[in-house]
T-cell receptor, first 118, second 113 residues
Framework: DTEVTQTPKHLVMGMTNKKSLKCEQHMGHRAMYWYKQKAKKPPELMFVYSYEKLSINESVPSRFSPECPNSSLLNLHLHALQPEDSALYLC?????????????????FGNGTRLTVT | DAKTTQPPSMDCAEGRAANLPCNHS???????VYWYRQIHSQGPQYIIH???NNETNEMASLIITEDRKSSTLILPHATLRDTAVYYCIVRVHSSGSARQLTFGSGTQLTVLP
């Protein structure tokens, strides 16, 4: 079991649909991440939130819209996706403790949402 | 962050030690070496990390060479449940900011019965 919960586990959507992926953690972590993973490839970073503010956007198309309503929740809103956006979407969190020398905390990952765009 | 090189695949007999190598010849002084693994259909799982010294925890040992240009993850008694893709990552730290984790291609470890 993972301490980062992602819902739904599977999602099938059409190219004109609007859907949202949800991620939740109750470990008190202040950094949250979205990664995208295509089949047989490593995860690729999409977004990083630090203290509920977007700190990194890896040039992700605007059809993906992240939202961090509070420190425990992270959403990814999807609109007008393409079939090539089909992938495993992973959420992660880390404590983001601002200590001398920087944050060396490992990331905790959820098990992802398997998205299929038809 | 420095680039890492790992063999694409390795086999290991159940009960034997699995030694997974990683080359990070361009690593700089403030970069840590992290290891994660990803079992099929699950999210990546943190295993261990280190800077200079060898490290050991309940899952594995991490051996970092003196020049820090390479490292080896050791699973002392591999089981079938250790079959996974293992990622070696170097990650720089800066005070007060969230640092992303950039995954390389990883090594597919298959533990054979």
């Amino acid at each position: 079991d993972t301490e980062v919960t992602q819902t739904p586990k599977h999602l099938v959507m059409g190219m004109t649909n609007k859907k949202s992926l949800k991620c939740e953690q109750h470990m008190g972590h202040r950094a949250m991440y979205w990664y995208k993973q295509k089949a047989k490839k490593p995860p690729e970073l999409m977004f990083v939130y630090s203290y509920e503010k977007l700190s990194i956007n890896e040039s992700v198309p605007s059809r993906f819209s992240p939202e961090c309503p509070n420190s425990s929740l992270l959403n990814l809103h999807l609109h007008a996706l393409q079939p090539e956006d089909s992938a495993l979407y992973l959420c992660a969190s880390s404590p983001q403790v601002a200590v001398r020398g920087g944050d060396i905390s490992p990331l905790h990952f959820g098990n992802g949402t398997r998205l299929t765009v038809t | 962050d420095a680039k890492t090189t790992q063999p694409p695949s390795m086999d290991c007999a159940e009960g034997r030690a699995a030694n997974l190598p990683c080359n990070h010849s361009t690593i700089s002084g403030n970069e840590y070496v992290y290891w994660y693994r990803q079992i099929h259909s699950q999210g990546p799982q943190y295993i261990i990390h280190g800077l200079k010294n060898n490290e050991t925890n309940e899952m594995a040992s991490l051996i970092i060479t003196e020049d820090r240009k390479s490292s080896t993850l050791i699973l002392p008694h591999a089981t079938l449940r250790d079959t996974a893709v293992y990622y070696c990552i170097v990650r720089v730290h800066s005070s007060g900011s969230a640092r992303q984790l950039t995954f390389g291609s990883g090594t597919q470890l298959t533990v054979l019965p």
